[in-house]
């Protein structure tokens, strides 16, 4: 080859292997970055509502909580948007005048349903369901951000498969009491502001009998849970098969103190009874 080709062009040769090699890394790049951008995953972006309903002056304003509206959240797969008469309860009184409420009272005198326009939409071969986020301690922050701040509703996250994935490989992380679960501000338990845990059942614990408080239950505070013991007869009565379920005992239950998220995702996860990381990767929890 050498008569055909002099040094020169072995030098080329390499050079423009080199080029082709770095266009196509770069190529790969970009279409990551392409499936990862805003644009694709529709994070930030505000649709334009028919009403432009307002989150912050709602929740933070006024102070509603989130099922007022969402009222399927904790029971079902859907959270659900609310129907016109949740609005007309108090716009029927407030700002009756007001042009932007125009398709409000528009569908309160016909029946139509406001049509709303998704902000958050996984594909329709994607598995999800609020009920069992919300009763094993995922708040609803934590997926949707700050909504008390949110003039404006907007997808925080990028709800793609990584994004899920990334938690169910390590839920503690994420793992709250369920007391806290619409707390928009919730930052997780720390050396200045611990968190005290029990549970109110012996053994088998779910996450409905675990009590979590922020104040100090060893002060003796009105949260003090009372842990029932079973078949404990009270001392002095004589226990006979007339006296009908067995009366039980309360005692106060013992807590225990956290000052780390990561001590407290290690408690939840086993009083919640979490599957394994492996489990909750598998395919076949989110695509069935
Ligand atoms: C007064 C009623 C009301 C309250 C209270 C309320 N919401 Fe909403 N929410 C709505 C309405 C109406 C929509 C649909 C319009 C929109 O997307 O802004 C909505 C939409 C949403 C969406 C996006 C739905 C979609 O299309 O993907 C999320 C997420 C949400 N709300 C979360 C919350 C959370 C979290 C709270 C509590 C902090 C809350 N909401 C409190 C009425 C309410
Ligand atoms: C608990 C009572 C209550 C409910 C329920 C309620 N609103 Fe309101 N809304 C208010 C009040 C009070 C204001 C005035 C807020 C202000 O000026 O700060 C308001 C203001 C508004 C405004 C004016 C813009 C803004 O946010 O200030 C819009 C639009 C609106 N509401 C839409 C809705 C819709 C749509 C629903 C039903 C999903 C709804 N509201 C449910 C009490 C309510
Ligand atoms: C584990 C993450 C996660 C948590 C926690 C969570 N959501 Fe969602 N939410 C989602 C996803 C994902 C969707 C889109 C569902 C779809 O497209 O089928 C969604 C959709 C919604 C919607 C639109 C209507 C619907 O059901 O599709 C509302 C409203 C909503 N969430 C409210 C809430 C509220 C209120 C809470 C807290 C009580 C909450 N979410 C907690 C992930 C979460
Ligand atoms: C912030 C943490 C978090 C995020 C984000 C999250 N999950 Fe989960 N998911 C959990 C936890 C915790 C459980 C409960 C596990 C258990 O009980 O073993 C769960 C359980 C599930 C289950 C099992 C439901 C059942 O009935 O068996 C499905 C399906 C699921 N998640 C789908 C999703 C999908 C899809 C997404 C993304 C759109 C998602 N999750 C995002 C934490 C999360
Ligand atoms: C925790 C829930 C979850 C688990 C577990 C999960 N997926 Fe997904 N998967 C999703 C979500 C959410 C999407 C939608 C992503 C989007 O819209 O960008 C998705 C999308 C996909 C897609 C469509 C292509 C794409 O990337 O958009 C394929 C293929 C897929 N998943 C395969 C798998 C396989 C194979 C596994 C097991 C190794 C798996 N998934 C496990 C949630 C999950």
């Not at 080029?19 to 951008?37: K, N």
């Not at 125009?102 to 139509?112: F, I, K, L, N, Y």
């Not at 701040?149 to 793609?160: F, G, I, R």
């Amino acid at each position: 080859m050498a008569q055909v080709f002099d040094r020169s062009s072995n030098a080329l040769a390499r050079f423009s292997l080199v080029l082709t090699g770095l266009i196509v890394i770069a190529l790969g790049v970009a279409l990551d970055q392409l499936q990862r951008s805003p644009w694709v995953t529709r994070q930030g972006q505000r649709p334009d509502q028919p009403v432009p309903f307002s989150h912050k002056h709602h929740v933070e304003g006024l102070g509603l909580q989130c099922q007022y509206c969402h009222v399927q959240v904790e029971k079902a797969a859907y959270a659900g948007i609310p129907p016109t008469k949740t609005c007309i309860n108090c716009h029927a009184q407030i700002w009756t005048n007001a042009a932007l409420l125009e398709p409000v009272r528009q569908s309160w005198a016909t029946g139509a349903s406001i049509q709303w326009i998704r902000v958050h939409d996984l594909p329709d071969y994607v598995y999800f369901n609020h009920d069992i986020h919300v009763n094993k301690g995922i708040g609803c922050a934590s997926c949707h951000g700050r909504v008390d701040e949110m003039p404006l509703m907007y997808q925080q996250s990028t709800l793609q498969m990584e994004w899920c994935l990334n938690c169910h490989r390590n839920p503690g992380k994420n793992l709250r009491p369920v007391s806290e679960i619409y707390n928009m501000a919730w930052a997780g338990p720390s050396s200045d502001k611990p968190v005290w845990c029990t549970s109110t059942v012996k053994g088998g614990a779910t996450a409905q009998n675990v009590n979590c408080t922020t104040t100090n239950p060893t002060a003796g505070g009105p949260e003090v849970a009372m842990l029932q013991m079973e078949g404990a007869t009270p001392a002095g009565t004589a226990k006979t098969a007339s006296d009908g379920p067995a009366m039980g005992v309360m005692v106060p239950a013992s807590y225990e103190k956290f000052s780390s998220q990561e001590d407290l995702g290690k408690y939840l996860t086993a009083q919640y009874h979490i599957r394994t990381p492996n489990e909750l990767s598998s395919c076949e929890t989110c695509h069935r």
